[in-house]
């Protein structure tokens, strides 16, 4: 008999699993499950990426270093003058990336999408900058198969590019979500990651030019 003591009205049993609410596509998007873990584990996997990158070119130099001293067929590279201002570009949009990640944390959403859009622009900037360094030295005589010393600059140099490459679609997407307005607390360390790899190419680079600038 329905109602009895004996037999309540008790309602359906509890879920299992819980049900995440969904961000709205708009200004709000909601923390995923355990953010805490998830943002530890992302900036762990940076830190992974960039010490396997600099044991690689730790290798690279090394190979250089040895080449250099078994001959004396080294040659000495005219560094284009390019590569000075894909520098300077390099350094300014690191510095611009930094100042968006610092003024996002203060919610100043407006002025994180001009400082990053900066960033991803010179970013860019850089690369075409390199592509006509590449061209010149061609154009000089420099090529892959004509001296070591320019061998090993092309190959440190297009590895470089190629994370840069990468580091660059990470930036153009959080440039894609910030003009959406969809960075959200938990989007927050796609930020933090992209920005701390991007200041690791540029101290890279640095490391670079200072090799074939004063040295090789």
């Known amino acids: 008999m ?86 300077g570009a390099l350094v300014a949009s690191s510095i611009a990336i930094d100042a968006a990640r610092r003024v996002l944390r203060r919610g100043k959403r407006t002025l994180f999408n001009w400082l990053w859009s900066a960033g991803t622009i010179l970013g860019t900037g850089f690369l075409a900058g390199q592509i006509v360094a590449w061209r010149q030295l061609e154009q000089r005589g420099f090529y892959v ?34 003009l959406r307005f969809q960075l959200g607390p938990g989007r927050r360390t796609l930020v933090d990651a992209s920005a701390l790899f991007w200041h690791f190419l540029d101290v890279l680079w640095l490391g670079i030019m200072g090799l074939f600038a004063f040295w090789a």
Do not use: K, Q
């Open 2 to 87: 329905p109602g009895t003591l004996t037999e309540p009205s008790l309602g359906p049993p509890p879920p299992i699993e819980p049900v995440w609410p969904f961000g709205d596509g708009d200004n709000s998007d909601h923390d995923r499950p355990n953010p805490g873990n998830a943002r530890s584990a992302s900036i762990t996997g940076i830190i992974v990426l960039m010490c396997a990158s600099t044991m690689t070119f730790a290798a690279l130099v090394s190979a250089m270093v040895v080449r250099r001293g078994l001959n004396n067929d080294w040659t000495t590279i005219g560094l284009p003058v390019i590569l000075w201002w894909n520098t």
């Open 145 to 178: 198969s004509g001296h070591p010393s320019t061998a090993f600059f092309y190959v440190l140099t297009w590895a470089h590019a190629a994370h840069v490459v990468g580091a660059l679609l990470a930036v153009i997407y959080v440039e894609y979500r910030a």
